[in-house]
């Protein structure tokens, strides 16, 4: 694993102004005692790349900056790069630690272009890779303007802006060659539209299209979760806008009761979440909305007859 100094930098930042006023000033000299010596520049350009990436930063002149409270979401990519790089460190530090670890976990590919994605990020500037779709054979050379870095179910995705085209889309890290960062863009290419597509991707189930590209709009999911499987979402829950409702009901199956608790989403529906769906026969069930339980009826009847 790489070390990520921009990532560590960018977290020390966050937390050291959550709730507190701090002059300029005195976030380089925090800096300077976690031995990230910078210019106030490189401050800057961090509080911008914090902003930009949903996190609620005030600034009052005389006071400094704030990390206030957001009612939004924000990306939790720094938290989960910040664990992975302590955990390095603890494996590095301490010889002979890796014996009593059971990994059976793969190394993704293109996970190492992370920190060059990151600079292209803050530094507004082009990126050019070659790309393979999965299942073809067939490469495609782009030109695109970053936006945003997505992890879903352990695979990295950037999300990009492809030149000369109009929608926003997505290129899983492992099927990303030769990446190259390139000149600086002009941020008025990012119009309200491309803003939106962009917000949107707050409120899908990873990163595939939306099952009505027609009319792709954020919808309430209701899902009826069973008592053996609501823990696992309580722990770990499966999307931002997750909300675990006192609402409660039975289903007869088999001849015996099962409880189930409503949990309510606000998404975009897509494969991903038809997937999750799918995938939880008998621990979750659709409740609405009912044109999405009407298209899983018609494109999946034949399901368990596939499986068995």
Known sequence: MANYPTIERQEIIKDYINGIYRTKKEIIQRLKESDLGVVPKT?????KFLKNQGYEIEYIRGSGYILKHSEEFVSELLNRIKKVSKLKKTMDDKTGLSEYILDNSVQMEGIDLIPEIFKGLEEKRYIEFVHTKHGSQTSKDYKVIPLWLKEYDDYWYIIALPIGEKIVKSFGLDRIKHLKLMNLYDESLITEDITE????????????????????????????????????????????TQRITNEKIETKIQNKLKGYTMVYFTLIPNLDLIKLIVSGVGDIKLIEPKHLKAFIQKEYKGLMKDIF
């Open 43 to 47: 401050v800057e350009r961090d509080l």
């Open 197 to 240: 597509q962009i917000d949107n991707y707050n409120y899908r189930l990873g990163v595939s299209y939306p099952t009505f590209r027609e009319n792709p709009k954020r919808e309430i999911i209701k899902l009826a979760v069973s008592d053996f499987l609501l823990p696992y979402w309580k722990s770990k829950p499966v999307h931002q």
